[in-house]
């Protein structure tokens, strides 16, 4: 019955696929209410983290293989969902699409930064404008310093 709910709960109620589940469960020796109440939260957890991503990323169709490995990553690493959107938001500025790749470089960039929400990355981008401008500034004075210099001296 616990599976039964599950794939209710999922939209899979086809037999074959509630056929191939519990094979699986065989498999792994998910033979009492427990250890099958455990597994079906485990999926289920990560059924929604998915759908939380998909929703997020306004995907049409079921993610890849490739890019339910780079979510389960992810998840595993314990971004938040803001972060992520945070990072899908940005890939979509500079690069018009969606990239799982791009979204993940972004993300483990920040990671290995410490930063850890959006408002830490928000706070180092603000920080990099203002030492942008700060040393563009100071180029500039260079700059106009050296066109008075040759204009005086000409």
Excluded at 24 to 30: F, R, T, V
Aim: some cysteine; hydrophobic content about 35%.
């Amino acid at each position: 019955m616990t599976l039964l709910v599950y794939c209710e709960k999922i939209d899979k109620t086809n037999a074959a696929y509630i056929e191939k589940i519990a094979m699986s469960w065989a498999e792994k020796d998910i033979n009492t209410l427990e250890s099958a109440q455990e597994e079906t939260e485990r999926l289920s957890s990560s059924h929604d983290y998915i759908s939380n991503i998909m929703k997020m990323f306004e995907m049409k169709r079921k993610p890849t293989a490739k890019q339910l490995e780079v979510i389960q990553q992810w998840r595993s690493a314990n971004y938040s969902s803001e972060l992520i959107h945070y990072a899908y938001e940005k890939t979509i500025e500079q690069i018009d699409k969606l990239s799982f790749e791009y979204i993940n470089k972004l993300l483990l960039s920040w990671s290995s930064s410490g930063y850890k929400t959006v408002d830490d990355v928000k706070r180092a981008e603000s920080e990099f404008k203002k030492s942008k401008k700060s040393t563009q500034s100071s180029s500039d004075d260079f700059d106009a310093e050296k066109y008075s210099f040759a204009i005086n001296n000409f």
